[in-house]
């Protein structure tokens, strides 16, 4: 498994799994532990997720040494308040039955984020987390906030497929420190992402499925990955991606795929952000 080295010297592993509509309770705990024993030691998971307490019970259950395992959560827009990610923090940490995270996100450029920013630096100083970031800042809104704070976010977890490559976006991330990392790098099987007829060719080149072409042309862009599945064969074909490399002509095939926006959210929507400020997860 490669690392990468965000920009405060946390090492980070370029891929994880990810728990995204994997419901709590019996099912997440099984599908983590599953992920752990296959080799993860990144786990992707939120607060607007539910199933946080799932995800700890894995962890405790794993076995697996703290210091090895990397754990991610995120703020929710309803917690999106200097005092609310205080609070939210908390009731995580609580959730997943650990005394610090090694990320927390910021879930959704909505609400007073840069109040609930203000707050993570201050928890990230006081070492409760190793690094904090942000998920889904278009490059405007994620340039804002790095001018802006003390502390520049580590991460920026954004859509990233190969029908949305958001090259500038990366671009524009590295040229201010901040590590890309995909969700849904399987653009939730649109496009038949998983018998596409370039990504199948190319992988029948190196023995490998169209997954997994799929995943090793984000890793070799740089981009931390965090594929979801409940089933452990699935969970171990994700992760066996780190014996081959797509060549030049490969990453060149799959750049023409882009087809510029997503197909997943508009999160330009006025209604879109309607829904996300009216979606609570507490009282």
Not at 221 to 239: A, F, L
Request: proline share 4%; net charge negative; aromatic share 10%.
């Amino acid at each position: 498994m490669d690392t990468v080295t965000l920009n405060n010297g946390v090492v980070m592993p370029l891929e994880g799994f990810g728990v995204f509509q994997v419901p709590d309770g019996e099912v997440c705990r099984k599908s983590v532990l599953d992920a752990i024993a296959s080799g993860y030691r990144l786990i992707d998971t939120a607060a607007a997720y539910m199933n946080e307490k799932a995800v700890g019970e894995a962890i405790k259950e794993s076995g697996v040494d703290r210091k090895d395992l990397f754990i991610t959560t995120k703020l929710w827009v309803q917690d999106a308040s200097y005092e609310g990610a205080k609070k939210a923090f908390e009731t995580s940490l609580e959730n997943l039955g650990l005394d610090y995270l090694d990320l927390y996100l910021i879930h959704q450029p909505v609400g007073d984020y840069y109040a609930a920013y203000r707050a993570m630096e201050e928890l990230y100083k006081e070492g409760r987390v190793r690094a904090i970031g942000v998920c889904n800042f278009y490059p405007d809104r994620i340039t804002d906030l790095a001018l802006h704070m003390d502390v520049i976010p580590a991460v920026n977890q954004v859509e990233l497929h190969p029908f949305f490559q958001q090259e500038s976006a990366i671009k524009n991330m590295k040229e201010l420190g901040i590590q890309a990392e995909a969700w849904g790098p399987f653009a939730e099987g649109n496009h038949r992402i998983f018998t596409h007829p370039v990504l199948s060719a190319i992988g029948a080149k190196y023995g490998k499925s169209a997954a997994q072409v799929a995943l090793r042309w984000n890793v070799q862009r740089g981009v931390v990955i965090i594929p979801k599945s409940t089933h452990k064969e699935r969970m171990e074909q994700n992760i066996d991606i780190w014996d081959f490399s797509l060549s030049d002509e490969d990453m060149a095939e799959i750049a023409k795929l882009d087809i510029g926006h997503s197909e997943i959210v508009d999160h330009g929507s006025p209604a879109f952000m309607r829904m996300l400020t009216g979606m609570k997860i507490h009282a």
